[in-house]
């Protein structure tokens, strides 16, 4: 089964400082990996996905994310922060022996400080 | 309007009440998720359905129920609702597509408090 690893919860960064969050994947099989974003009191909306096409994927907001096979990660990054950048950004996993269904990291919260 | 709408959007309900909640879409998927949110836990699959007569249950199933009454509308029930109940749960939606590529497309969510 697949899985996925965000290392810390939590993330603060300064507005216009480099922003950096940590995605981890187990996987037996070349893998789909997603980055969601979760604004306070709404659903989760698609920043970005990796589908085995290029291995550095540009998501919207500025957002990018690089596949990188040998370290089996997909971090996300964005060069300068902004105050709407505060978020909840989740990392998610497509399994092919179960249907294909998402497996969720636990999550990574960003605060920015103006 | 949104695609996705959730009703209701929050909750409050006692130890053993039946509550049902509603999902609809107007974006034409045919697939259908419902997963809940618990704080350091990420979201986790409740049930999913790939069309109307296809209904699977996902890792948490236990203690809830779905039922897919159209293309458009997937309902959660819980049966007797207990504390650990208490959680964010959203529905979604995706298209077919190539397998494992389909985008997901989340309601507002329903926060749910049982007693």
């Known amino acids: 089964a697949q899985s996925v690893t965000q290392l810390g919860s939590h993330v603060s960064v300064s507005e216009g400082a480099l922003v950096l969050l940590r995605c981890n994947y187990s996987s037996s099989v070349p893998p789909y990996l997603f980055w969601y974003v979760q604004y306070p009191n709404q659903g989760l909306q698609l920043l970005l996905k990796y589908t085995s096409a290029a291995t550095l994927v540009k998501g919207i907001n500025g957002f990018e994310a690089e596949f990188k096979k040998s370290e089996t990660s997909f971090h996300l990054t964005k060069p300068s922060a902004h105050m709407r950048d505060a978020a909840e950004y989740f990392c998610?996993?497509?399994?092919?022996?179960?249907?294909?269904?998402?497996?969720f990291g636990a999550g990574t919260t960003v605060t920015v400080r103006a | 309007d949104a695609d996705v709408t959730q009703t209701p959007r929050n909750r409050i309900t006692k130890t053993g009440k039946r509550i049902m909640l509603e999902c609809s879409q107007t974006?034409?998927?045919?697939?259908m998720y419902w997963y809940r949110q618990d704080p350091g836990l990420g979201l986790r699959l409740i049930y999913y359905?790939?069309?109307?007569?296809?209904?699977n249950k996902g890792e948490i199933s236990d203690g809830y129920s779905v039922s897919r009454q159209a293309q458009a509308k997937f309902s959660l029930s819980l049966e007797s609702a207990i504390p650990n109940q208490t959680a964010l749960y959203f529905c979604a939606t995706s298209d077919r597509g190539l397998a494992g590529t389909d985008t997901q497309y989340f309601g507002p969510g329903t926060r749910l408090t049982v007693l």
């Open positions: 359905s790939f069309d109307v007569k296809d209904i």
């Open positions: 974006k034409g998927h045919d697939r």
């Open positions: 998610a996993v497509s399994d092919p022996s179960n249907d294909y269904k998402l497996s």
